[in-house]
């Protein structure tokens, strides 16, 4: 069974579309987040959730909005794509907020074209 | 803004050697992590410290937290080709009840046999 999984891979997509991404974790953990990696392979967080309530957010731009409609799913929303939206998003889980022990997804390649 | 930053950035080396990848920062961190990520996954934890000093094994790995906890070190002795992938270091700021993680930009080990 896989821990954290992500939907979909890949997504090709232009420049001003609209797109979700969406993760679930069968952990049982309280916390989950969004990572952006970068070309260069750097990672960042994007948002934490615990147990359905927004703890971070990164200085993310607006057109992202982090949804959770429960604590095993986090789902990522991305208004009005552009060029630099392109990248790979991760989920991660940890059991709980302040445990830093992170459970990541296998990505989501995002190409915007 | 706190910052990790890993040396080195790319190591190519023969199977049976000796490697160490360095993960330096001005900070402190309350936890530090080392995760492996392999082309087109997630990463995964390999390992966590968090008091200064310590030192964990891991089979052929070698971690260690410095005394002050703002570095930390990943030592591989006879490295063997599946070995290979992306090495990243993650720390934990304080205070320690956000699940935050800042990571380094990476080390790529490539293991030839």
């Known amino acids: 069974d896989t821990a954290v999984s992500q939907t979909p891979k890949y997504l090709v997509t232009q420049m001003g579309n609209d797109k979700s991404i969406k993760c679930e974790q069968n952990?049982?953990?309280?916390?989950m987040y969004w990572y952006k990696q970068d070309s260069k392979k750097f990672l960042k967080i994007m948002f934490s959730?615990?147990?359905?309530?927004?703890?971070i957010n990164e200085t993310v731009p607006n057109r992202f909005s982090p949804k959770s409609p429960d604590k095993a799913h986090l789902n990522l929303h991305i208004n009005s794509l552009e060029l630099g939206d392109s990248a790979v998003y991760f989920c991660?889980?940890?059991?709980?907020?302040?445990?830093?022990?992170?459970?990541f997804g296998p990505g989501t390649r995002l190409t915007v074209t | 803004t706190q910052l990790l930053e890993q040396s080195p950035q790319f190591l190519s080396i023969q199977e049976g050697e000796n490697l160490t990848v360095y993960c330096n920062s001005s900070?402190?961190?309350?936890?530090l992590q080392w995760y492996r990520q392999e082309p087109g996954e997630g990463p995964v934890l390999l390992v966590t410290?968090?008091?200064?000093?310590e030192v964990k094994k891991l089979k052929r790995l070698t971690f260690q937290f410095g005394d002050a906890r703002k570095d930390s070190s990943l030592h591989i002795t006879a490295a063997q080709p599946g070995d290979t992938g992306l090495y990243l270091c993650?720390?934990?700021?304080?205070?320690?009840?956000?699940?935050?993680?800042?990571f380094g930009q990476g080390t790529t080990l490539q293991v030839k046999p």
């Open positions: 991660a889980s940890s059991q709980a907020l302040g445990v830093y022990e992170q459970y």
């Open positions: 952990l049982g953990h309280d916390t």
């Open positions: 959730y615990n147990n359905k309530e927004l703890i």
């Open positions: 900070s402190v961190f309350s936890s």
């Open positions: 410290v968090v008091t200064g000093g």
């Open positions: 993650a720390g934990g700021p304080p205070p320690s009840n956000t699940g935050k993680l800042i």
